[in-house]
């Protein structure tokens, strides 16, 4: 391949990718996209997961992004997606960047406003998934005796 047709930034949905890292791991800097769902797009749009991403065309990045907004009309399996049976349509899907954001503020609003145990737990900043806090998350306020030092 040609240095010419090398590009250092790639622009796949929205978000710049190192164009020196391979495909799969410049997929994994998209918010919403792990690991294992990069190397799936990277066998649904036929593309080498170890080539470096500032090499490939036009084509292949959008190819990238219509298995990206459409995921399951490309064989890539329901539960792999991050978002199913959503709260208020009901449908599958998968949230990238900004969108995930968003739904996981509105969703963390939701347990807020009815007063859910989880709800409760992240206004006040306390572990949500029943972890132990005699030891751990002592962050905030300080617990037991508090002493000045010796010669103040």
Known sequence: MAEQEFRH??????KDVDGNKTIASAL???KGIG????????K???LDQDAQIGYIDDESVK???????NPQEFGIPEWFLNR?????????????ESDLN?????????????????GKRHEVGLPVRGQRTKSTFRHGSSVGVSRTRPGQ
């Not at 690991?35 to 990277?42: D, H, L, R, Y």
């Not at 190819?63 to 907004?69: G, N």
């Open 9 to 14: 930034m790639v622009r796949i949905t929205r």
């Open 28 to 30: 994994t800097e998209i």
């Open 35 to 42: 690991k294992a769902f990069a190397i799936a797009i990277c």
């Open 44 to 46: 649904v749009a036929d």
């Open 63 to 69: 190819k990238i992004e219509d298995v990206l907004e």
């Open 84 to 96: 199913r049976n959503d709260y208020e349509t009901g449908e599958t899907k998968h949230l990238i």
């Open 102 to 118: 968003m739904t996981l503020r509105d969703d963390l609003n939701r347990m807020k406003m009815i007063r859910s145990y989880k």
